[in-house]
C-alpha cells in the first residue's frame, strides 16, 4: 500500500517557488486534477440526492408499517400511481431501497478513489510548485 505524505506549511515554504517552469506532464497532471474536481463535485450532488432518496424510502417505509394489511397501497411508478396491497408495496420498497443502498456504495466508492488520487496530485504539484500553484478546492 503506498503511502500519502502530507505537505506541511513549511514544506510548501520551501518548495520550488514561482520561477518553476510548467511542464508538459505538470500541465497534464494540472489538467487531471481539474477534470477529478469537477468529477468529485458531481458525485457529491448524486450521492447527496440519493441519500435523500433512501430517507424518503425508509420514511415511507416506516409509514407502511402502521397501515392496515387489507389496505391498498397506492405506489408510485415512474409518473404515476398503482393500487398495490400492502405486502408487495413494502416488497418493491425494500427492492428500492436495496438498489438506492447500492447506488449509494458505488458512489461511495468512486468518491474515496478520486480523493485518494487528488490528493497524490496535491502532494505532487506542491511538491514542484510550492506557493505559486493554489489546489484548494
Known sequence: MLQHRMLSKEDEASAPGEDTEVRREDQEKINRFSRLHQR?????????????????LEEVSTELELADE???VPYKIGDSFISLPLSDAQSML????????????????????????????????????????????
Do not use: C
Request: proline fraction near 0%; charged fraction near 45%; avoid cysteine.
Open 40 to 56: 468529485e463535485t458531481v458525485l457529491e450532488e448524486q450521492l447527496k440526492a440519493k441519500q435523500k432518496d433512501k430517507e424518503d
Open 94 to 137: 425494500a427492492t428500492s431501497t436495496e438498489q438506492i443502498e447500492e447506488d449509494v456504495s458505488k458512489l461511495e466508492e468512486s468518491l474515496s478513489e478520486i480523493r485518494e488520487e487528488l490528493q497524490k496530485l496535491k502532494v505532487a504539484l506542491y511538491a514542484r510548485f510550492g506557493r505559486s500553484i493554489n489546489l484548494e478546492t
Open 70 to 72: 387489507d389496505d391498498l
